[in-house]
């Protein structure tokens, strides 16, 4: 690997695939570096231009609010009956998530609040 200050000074914004593959390999050489090292610093400043560049080019998009709320409940456990108190009934649950009904911005409060899902997801913006 090239010494640290040819890969600082070499840093600019990246631009091609090649260039992010470089930049991928440099932080694979740096991820374990000790802390509050000048490897440290040259991993933050090359993940920046890392996450720059993949912000623009693989962006991925929020899921619907219907499967934010269906993700949630699986990687936390919580059962179907569990979310009555969010929803108003268990009835109503089976409609939300069977797209049936719609969320309201009651529930999607109520969601926010207990379950901690984004306001911004739960509206689907």
Do not use: W
């Not at 991820?31 to 993940?47: K, N, R, Y």
């Not at 993700?71 to 998530?97: C, H, M, P, T």
């Amino acid at each position: 690997m090239e010494n640290l200050e040819t890969i600082k000074l070499g840093l600019k914004p990246i631009k091609t695939k090649e260039q992010y593959q470089a930049y991928l390999k440099i932080i694979d050489s740096l991820v374990d570096c000790a802390e509050d090292s000048p490897e440290e610093e040259t991993l933050e400043l090359v993940s920046i231009l890392v996450e720059d560049y993949e912000s623009k080019h693989y962006a991925i998009e929020a899921p619907d609010p219907i499967e934010a709320i269906k993700i949630k409940i699986e990687e936390e456990g919580i059962k179907r009956k569990d979310l009555a108190q969010y929803f108003g009934s268990s009835s109503r649950v089976s409609e939300v998530l069977n797209r049936k009904r719609p969320l309201t911005l009651e529930m999607m409060r109520k969601l926010h609040e207990g379950l901690g899902i984004s306001a911004k997801t739960l509206l689907g913006v």
